[in-house]
């Protein structure tokens, strides 16, 4: 069955046809399940009835406005135990129409800086065309957070040419 998955045609006939927007022709689920979860885990998932993807949330934007959308996109595998998304990639097409990863470029912050406080995986939204991760403090950090339990952290990215940069973080008290 896993020969099968990932010998999927990930892109659709429509794609072929010459879609204005290919990527929105791409199967994302079934080009996600080439990577994740681990194939012993995907083999036992399928073998036993359970969908290998949990869910799965795609965002369409054109960060780089070239007129064509990129894709961001969050998945959780039947190997995630606490329900967050252990898939989580922006994509974008090739003039030789195949995916490609934009990578998220965390250089020049203090990784223990970037990550206090998480308790959960993060996620990607966009606002105002800008690619944000975020996730709430957890009160596990109280001392470093300084009280900020329930806060949410976000972090903001700018596109510099196949890669999402650090541009600023913010951290916002409850609504």
Same mark, same amino acid.
């Given at each position: 069955?896993?020969?099968?998955? =990932?010998?999927?045609?990930?892109? !659709?006939? !429509?794609?072929?046809?010459? @879609? ?6 791409? /199967? ?18 399928? *073998? @036993?009835?359970? *969908? ?13 406005? /070239? ?14 135990? @606490?329900?967050?998304? *252990?898939?989580?990639?922006?994509? !974008?097409?090739?003039? =030789? ?5 934009? %990578?998220? @470029? ?38 470093? =957070? %300084?009280?900020? !339990?329930?806060? %949410? ?18 951290? =916002?008290?409850?609504?």
């Amino acid at each position: 069955m896993l020969g099968f998955l =990932t010998s999927l045609s990930v892109i !659709s006939s !429509s794609h072929a046809a010459g @879609n204005a927007d290919p990527i929105k022709d791409v /199967d994302l689920k079934s080009y996600i399940l080439q990577f994740t979860p681990p194939k012993e885990l995907m083999n036992y998932c399928i *073998d @036993n009835g359970i *969908d290998p993807i949990n869910w799965i949330n795609v965002q369409y934007i054109d960060f780089n406005k /070239d007129g064509y959308s990129e894709a961001i996109v969050e998945a959780s595998s039947c190997a995630m135990g @606490n329900g967050g998304a *252990d898939f989580i990639k922006i994509f !974008s097409m090739s003039s =030789t129409q195949k995916l490609v990863e934009l %990578k998220i @470029n965390d250089e020049g912050v203090n990784p223990s800086d970037l990550h206090y406080g998480q308790g959960w995986t993060p996620r990607l939204t966009v606002e105002d065309d800008q690619l944000i991760r975020w996730y709430i403090i957890h009160p596990k950090d109280l001392a470093r =957070t %300084k009280s900020k !339990s329930g806060w %949410k952290k976000k972090i903001f990215y700018i596109l510099k040419d196949s890669e999402f940069f650090i541009h600023r973080i913010e951290e =916002t008290r409850p609504k």
